[in-house]
């Protein structure tokens, strides 16, 4: 499971919230390992049943309000809830404080305090996003990410068998680079595959027999991009004798990956094939579905129509024309 360090949370969200360590005698050093953040008035209010302990918790304006009401002995009784449950940190929004003796009781449980002036809904909303981004699902693939027509094309198949020469001609023809060779995929809700280069490898392609070339410096930056979402798959395959390839299009492939299941098509490869054209087509092809419009199945239908009309009427010369 992947983990955050809530010290490395604090100095990459520091400016944007405006945070300011109200303990600081409290170490950062703690683990987060849940984008989820949590609001505790249930928890101060005396239910704890389902509590999530591994959020950060964030106190806004209602359960600030609702400690005020409560007196000394029944405010420590509320904190001493809520910091039972080992709270990676609590977050107070809108700029309000903590009484003091809450304040003392959090810093000897070693609850680190952080307090912000935004609101508890921008300051939920950044958190959430931030997490997310740092605790999404990922792992690496070989193959070559390029964006086609604004289309996120991931091209896979065996070592050497043409996908960074596809992404070169590709990059070439006005399209853009994402990854070559090493892909970093994240998984994002909902069901988004979003591609990124490893760092070492950003922005170059390996070419067998010229080596790596760095697209940025020959095409300019604007052949070039950070990252993309992963919408159609196609694996490029060597072309065997008797194996079948679609030629319908009817057949709707799949391929998962970290549990999110992206449209697939395999290209078996002959000489002399363009495969970059074919991937243009993939991308149009694949905006037209988009759009409602699918040319295999319309080709499907007229075919089925035109022979249920010639079974009424019979041969006609003019069907020769």
């Known amino acids: 499971m992947k983990q955050v360090l809530l010290s490395r949370l604090y100095g990459d969200l520091k400016d944007r919230l405006k945070l300011t360590r109200v303990n600081e005698s409290v170490s950062l050093g ?35 309000l609702y400690l005020e009401r409560l007196d000394d002995a029944e405010r420590l009784q509320a904190l001493e809830r809520l910091l039972g449950e080992q709270v990676p940190c609590v977050m107070i929004t809108d700029g309000r404080r903590l009484p003091d003796p809450l304040v003392e009781r959090a810093t000897r449980g070693r609850a680190p305090l952080l ?3 935004l609101s508890a809904t921008e300051t939920v909303q950044c958190l959430y996003s931030y997490l997310l981004g740092k605790l999404a699902p990922e792992t690496a693939m070989h193959g070559t990410m390029v964006d086609v027509y604004g289309v996120g094309i991931l091209l896979t198949g065996r070592s050497g068998i043409g996908k ?50 760095d697209i940025g410096s020959i095409f300019g930056i604007r052949a070039l ?19 079948h390839a679609d030629r319908t299009g009817l057949e709707e492939r799949e391929t998962e990956i970290l549990g999110v299941r992206v ?46 009309r010639d079974g009424k009427r019979g041969f006609e010369y003019r069907d020769m024309e």
């Open 263 to 308: 449209p697939a098509l395999s290209v078996p490869l002959v000489a002399g094939k363009n495969i970059g054209v074919i991937v243009e087509v993939v991308a149009l092809n694949h905006i037209l579905k988009a759009y409602g419009y699918n040319a295999a199945q319309v080709l499907n239908q007229n075919l089925i129509d035109r022979m249920k």
């Open 30 to 64: 703690i683990t987060i390992s849940s984008p989820d953040i949590g609001r505790p008035g249930l928890m101060l209010a005396g239910f704890g049943e389902g509590f999530p302990s591994e959020r950060i918790q964030v106190f806004g304006e209602t359960e600030v």
């Open 115 to 117: 307090s912000t002036p």
């Open 164 to 213: 960074s020469e596809c992404a070169l001609d590709l990059v070439e023809r006005g399209h853009r680079l994402v990854a070559d060779d090493l892909i970093r995929v994240v998984a994002m809700p909902p069901g988004i595959l979003i591609a990124r280069s490893a760092e070492p490898l950003q922005n170059f392609v390996e070419v067998r027999g010229v080596g790596p070339i």
């Open 225 to 243: 991009r950070r990252q993309k979402r992963i919408e159609v798959n196609v694996e490029l395959t060597d072309w065997e004798q008797g194996v």
